[in-house]
């Protein structure tokens, strides 16, 4: 994984050449004064380090009350597409009562956690979405998945006629920012959140026709 | 010592709710520190409420009473102006008393 | 991959989105409201609002002196009607303050502590849990009063417009901002209700709720250790207590809620 | 009256003594029931309490929320209009130990207490009334514990 970091300046240069960003002086001051006020408020602690607050391309174009230019959100996309990994050997589902206990999992990754490494991370699934029908507590900031491999006509994860679906679904969970240059989810897979064979295991609970969330 | 607690004793006909607030951690003794190591149970273990001086109540605790407990109940007859203490005794022998006025 | 599958895929994702959402929230709306309301009655944050309220006329510190005389904004000693005004300009710190940070000014400035020493005491710990007391007793002297902060001081403008940015700033591993989850209308997680923090949310609600006493872990919540938390769920490195963003967010926040009525000390799960 | 000195130096002792037994505290209190506080059924816990074999009765009353946003503090009553009540107690059928709180009643209280329990995981509570003549009179209710929050 490879994080582009961009200088606030660059990146105001950025928006005002590719999108022609009508902004003020005075408020691209305030955005440079912003972000300065960030890196002097933050301080290291733990695995969570003050380079975090460095963003990529897409952090920063979706860091206003208003969306990028059309311009600079499909070149986010771009990027996000062309660094899609696929699964080794084409290994897209795993086993979805492991990715039931990811989905449910919302730890990871804070300062309080001791390690950054994939393994100890959870999906945080059911913070933002509703999936399986049993858990009643889940968030509504992203779409219900409930019968998502059922509604999508998903009757055997192997078919030719299954592959379209399975390989959004690997993208969408790899890097939302595919299909959506301001996506709220997490790059799971691109910023290393979970490794392949958790993200499988997260696909099974969505496609798999054993899944409860398809029954 | 322990802090205060809150009691609020109001009088309605016949009656007076009594509604007390003690600060407590109610340690369940089945956690562990950061290190891994147990904490130890520590938690309320009698609760004694007397109304002008005579005990009306009685409890005993465990510790999955909740953090900072809240304990509410009625006394017969008592009228604003009368006294409502509450006291408590922990595990650990540490002990506090409070008295409200009935409103 | 082609353009077209993504169109197409986009598409069956985009017929399905709305279907399911509303099955079994609806008892689970009612039973959550229903819980929380009968913790109403008998909010453990009254026994830190007695702890502020007494530590606040103790004379303490190396001067042994009261905060009495404490300007909170509104004059020395006026505590009423001081929360729902903050943050606000201070010209002797020649600073935009929140409550916590002006706090820890008066114990400085009138009792002589040392406020660096208490910045980076934990919360919950030493000066660090007086503080929030006195900040939970503070906030409750302005109950039932509406959000009204100043913004005549061109620092408080700024102080705004800084607020504002750092809210919808991007960062960490998981991309996210304050908006990702505060900026929209009826959205949850899990079951908590996510206000919209870039509006005025209604009464009691966001701004207008905290300090709150969290019923999860049992501790009294300053809107420092809120915002401390929400970086630390954020993903984000860690924000220094008083520092110029978490102070520029209250005022953000402040701002946005101006005319919401104030229920802090709040419960909060 | 100790100072806070003192008794910071008590209680690390007591807390010492704990470490090093690794048991349940030892009770401050001879009236405090041990053996009802360490059941793990709430049959075990009043029979420990001196009572007989529990039966459902619709006299007494259990309150509480249907769904607890948080485990660590959930709202419960234990309540009955039945004469004779000697105690009333409040029980978490899956906590580790079952008993939460006993109330002794006196004429000059209603039978009729509140107080919040932890609760592990969703569980049925019960609220059972210790009759004078030995019976053991109890209401259920299932309360189910939501996980809340970022979970982080």
Same mark, same amino acid.
């Given at each position: &994984?490879?994080?582009?970091?961009?200088?606030?300046?660059?990146?105001?240069?950025?928006?005002?050449?590719?999108?022609?960003?009508?902004?003020? +002086?005075?408020?691209?001051?305030?955005?440079?004064?912003?972000?300065?006020? &960030?890196?002097?408020?933050?301080?290291?602690?733990?695995?969570?380090?003050?380079?975090?607050?460095?963003?990529?391309?897409?952090?920063?174009?979706?860091?206003?009350?208003?969306?990028? *230019?059309?311009?600079? $959100?499909?070149?986010?996309?771009?990027?996000? /597409?062309?660094?899609?990994?696929?699964?080794?050997?084409?290994?897209?589902?795993?086993?979805?009562?492991?990715?039931?206990?990811?989905?449910?999992?919302?730890?990871?990754?804070?300062?309080?956690?001791?390690?950054?490494? $994939?393994?100890?991370?959870?999906?945080?699934?059911?913070?933002?979405?509703?999936?399986?029908?049993?858990?009643?507590?889940?968030?509504?900031?992203?779409?219900?998945?409930?019968?998502?491999?059922?509604?999508?006509?998903?009757?055997?994860?192997?078919?030719?006629?299954?592959? +379209?679906?399975?390989?959004?679904?690997?993208?969408?969970?790899?890097?939302?920012?595919?299909?959506?240059?301001?996506?709220?989810?997490?790059?799971?897979?691109?910023?290393?959140? =979970?490794?392949?064979?958790?993200?499988?295991?997260?696909?099974?609970?969505?496609?798999?026709?054993?899944?409860?969330?398809?029954? | 010592?322990?802090?205060?607690?809150?009691?609020?004793?109001?009088?309605?006909?016949?009656?007076?709710?009594?509604?007390?607030?003690?600060?407590?951690?109610?340690?369940?003794?089945?956690?562990?520190?950061?290190?891994?190591?147990?904490?130890?149970?520590?938690?309320?273990?009698?609760?004694?409420?007397?109304?002008?001086?005579?005990?009306?109540?009685?409890?005993?605790?465990?510790?999955?009473?909740?953090?900072?407990?809240? =304990?509410?109940?009625?006394?017969?007859?008592?009228?604003?102006?009368?006294?409502?203490?509450?006291?408590?005794?922990?595990?650990?022998?540490?002990?506090?008393?409070?008295?409200?006025?009935?409103? | 991959?082609?353009?077209?599958?993504?169109?197409?895929?986009?598409?069956?994702?985009?017929?399905?989105?709305?279907?399911?959402?509303?099955?079994?929230?609806?008892?689970?709306?009612?039973?959550?409201?229903?819980?929380?309301?009968?913790?109403?009655?008998?909010?453990?944050?009254?026994?830190?609002?007695?702890?502020?309220?007494?530590?606040?006329?103790?004379?303490?510190?190396?001067?042994?002196? *009261?905060?009495?005389?404490?300007?909170?904004?509104?004059?020395?000693?006026?505590?009423?009607?001081?929360?729902?005004?903050?943050? /606000?300009?201070?010209?002797?710190?020649?600073?935009?303050?929140?409550?916590? *940070?002006?706090?820890?000014?008066? &114990?400085?400035?009138?009792?002589?502590?040392?406020?660096?020493?208490?910045?980076?005491? +934990?919360?919950?710990?030493?000066?660090?849990?007086?503080?929030? $007391?006195?900040?939970?007793?503070?906030?409750?002297?302005?109950?039932?009063?509406?959000?009204?902060?100043?913004?005549?001081?061109?620092?408080?403008?700024?102080?705004?417009?800084?607020?504002? /940015?750092?809210?919808?700033?991007? #960062?960490?591993?998981?991309?996210?901002?304050?908006?990702?989850?505060?900026?929209?209308?009826?959205?949850?997680?899990?079951?908590?209700?996510?206000?919209?923090?870039?509006?005025?949310?209604?009464?009691?609600?966001?701004?207008?709720?905290?300090?709150?006493?969290?019923?999860?872990? #049992?501790?009294?919540?300053?809107?420092?250790?809120? =915002?401390?938390?929400?970086?630390?769920?954020?993903?984000?490195?860690?924000?220094?207590?008083?520092?110029?963003?978490?102070?520029?967010?209250?005022?953000?926040?402040?701002?946005?809620?101006?005319?919401?009525?104030?229920?802090?000390?709040?419960?909060?799960? | 009256?100790?100072?806070?000195?003192?008794?910071?130096?008590?209680?690390?002792?007591? $807390?010492?003594?704990?470490?090093?037994?690794?048991?349940?505290?030892?009770?401050?209190?001879?009236?405090?029931?041990?053996?009802?506080?360490?059941?793990?059924? &709430?049959?075990?816990?009043?029979?420990?309490?001196?009572?007989?074999?529990?039966?459902?009765?619709?006299?007494?009353?259990?309150?509480?929320?249907?769904?607890?946003?948080?485990?660590?503090?959930?709202?419960?009553?234990?309540?009955?209009?039945?004469?004779?009540?000697?105690?009333?107690? =409040?029980?978490?059928?899956?906590? +580790?130990?079952?008993?939460?709180?006993?109330?002794?009643?006196?004429?000059?209280?209603?039978?009729?207490?509140?107080?919040?329990?932890?609760?592990?995981?969703? *569980?049925?509570?019960?609220?059972?009334?210790?009759?004078?003549?030995?019976?053991?009179?109890?209401?259920?209710?299932?309360?189910?514990?939501?996980?809340?929050?970022?979970?982080?």
């Amino acid at each position: &994984m490879k994080k582009e970091t961009f200088t606030f300046a660059a990146l105001g240069a950025a928006l005002l050449a590719v999108a022609g960003c009508a902004s003020t +002086p005075s408020s691209s001051d305030l955005d440079r004064e912003a972000a300065a006020v &960030m890196k002097a408020s933050f301080r290291d602690q733990g695995i969570a380090k003050t380079d975090r607050l460095n963003q990529d391309l897409g952090q920063a174009a979706c860091s206003s009350d208003k969306p990028p *230019s059309d311009a600079v $959100a499909q070149q986010v996309m771009d990027q996000a /597409r062309a660094a899609v990994k696929w699964p080794a050997g084409g290994q897209y589902i795993g086993d979805w009562r492991e990715g039931e206990k990811l989905a449910q999992n919302g730890r990871g990754m804070t300062w309080t956690d001791a390690s950054a490494a $994939a393994k100890d991370n959870g999906g945080s699934c059911y913070n933002c979405h509703q999936i399986g029908k049993a858990e009643i507590s889940y968030g509504t900031i992203g779409p219900s998945l409930y019968n998502y491999g059922k509604n999508r006509g998903v009757t055997d994860v192997a078919a030719p006629t299954a592959q +379209p679906i399975v390989e959004y679904t690997w993208m969408k969970i790899w890097n939302g920012k595919t299909y959506n240059a301001c996506s709220n989810m997490p790059r799971f897979g691109h910023m290393g959140l =979970l490794d392949e064979k958790q993200i499988a295991n997260v696909m099974a609970l969505l496609l798999d026709p054993k899944s409860p969330v398809n029954q | 010592m322990a802090d205060p607690m809150r009691i609020r004793a109001q009088a309605a006909g016949d009656k007076t709710t009594v509604r007390v607030l003690m600060s407590h951690e109610m340690e369940t003794g089945q956690r562990k520190d950061s290190a891994g190591k147990p904490i130890p149970a520590w938690f309320i273990q009698e609760v004694t409420t007397a109304h002008n001086g005579k005990t009306v109540m009685t409890a005993q605790w465990g510790p999955s009473v909740a953090k900072n407990p809240f =304990l509410q109940f009625n006394v017969k007859g008592a009228k604003a102006g009368d006294k409502i203490t509450v006291s408590w005794v922990d595990n650990k022998g540490d002990k506090r008393t409070d008295e409200a006025t009935v409103s | 991959m082609t353009k077209q599958r993504f169109t197409l895929a986009a598409a069956a994702v985009l017929a399905l989105a709305a279907t399911n959402a509303a099955w079994a929230q609806k008892s689970a709306a009612d039973g959550i409201a229903e819980y929380r309301k009968m913790l109403e009655d008998g909010n453990p944050a009254e026994l830190f609002e007695a702890k502020g309220a007494e530590l606040w006329v103790t004379k303490r510190g190396p001067k042994n002196v *009261s905060l009495a005389q404490c300007d909170l904004g509104k004059g020395p000693g006026v505590v009423k009607g001081a929360f729902v005004e903050l943050p /606000r300009y201070f010209a002797d710190t020649k600073k935009v303050q929140d409550l916590e *940070s002006r706090l820890v000014s008066c &114990m400085e400035m009138l009792q002589g502590f040392n406020a660096a020493e208490i910045a980076k005491t +934990p919360f919950g710990r030493g000066e660090m849990a007086n503080v929030t $007391a006195m900040a939970t007793w503070i906030a409750a002297e302005s109950r039932g009063m509406r959000f009204n902060l100043p913004q005549g001081h061109a620092e408080e403008n700024h102080s705004y417009e800084i607020g504002k /940015r750092a809210f919808f700033y991007r #960062g960490g591993p998981m991309d996210f901002s304050c908006a990702s989850c505060h900026s929209v209308d009826g959205q949850r997680i899990r079951l908590q209700d996510l206000p919209n923090l870039t509006k005025n949310p209604g009464d009691g609600i966001g701004f207008a709720a905290w300090p709150a006493y969290r019923v999860s872990n #049992g501790q009294m919540w300053s809107m420092q250790l809120r =915002l401390n938390d929400c970086f630390r769920q954020q993903r984000f490195p860690y924000p220094g207590f008083g520092s110029e963003a978490t102070v520029a967010l209250g005022t953000y926040m402040g701002v946005n809620a101006k005319g919401a009525e104030s229920i802090a000390p709040a419960i909060k799960r | 009256m100790q100072t806070r000195r003192e008794m910071l130096a008590h209680s690390a002792t007591v $807390a010492g003594l704990l470490a090093t037994a690794g048991l349940l505290p030892q009770t401050a209190l001879a009236a405090w029931p041990q053996a009802a506080f360490e059941a793990k059924t &709430m049959a075990d816990a009043a029979k420990a309490l001196g009572g007989g074999a529990p039966a459902p009765s619709g006299d007494v009353t259990i309150t509480g929320p249907d769904i607890a946003e948080n485990g660590a503090v959930v709202p419960v009553g234990a309540a009955t209009t039945l004469p004779g009540v000697k105690q009333l107690l =409040l029980l978490v059928e899956k906590n +580790p130990s079952v008993l939460a709180a006993v109330f002794n009643v006196t004429d000059a209280v209603e039978a009729n207490f509140n107080t919040r329990v932890k609760m592990g995981q969703s *569980s049925n509570v019960y609220a059972v009334a210790m009759m004078a003549d030995g019976k053991v009179l109890y209401a259920q209710k299932e309360i189910k514990v939501t996980l809340g929050g970022c979970g982080g």
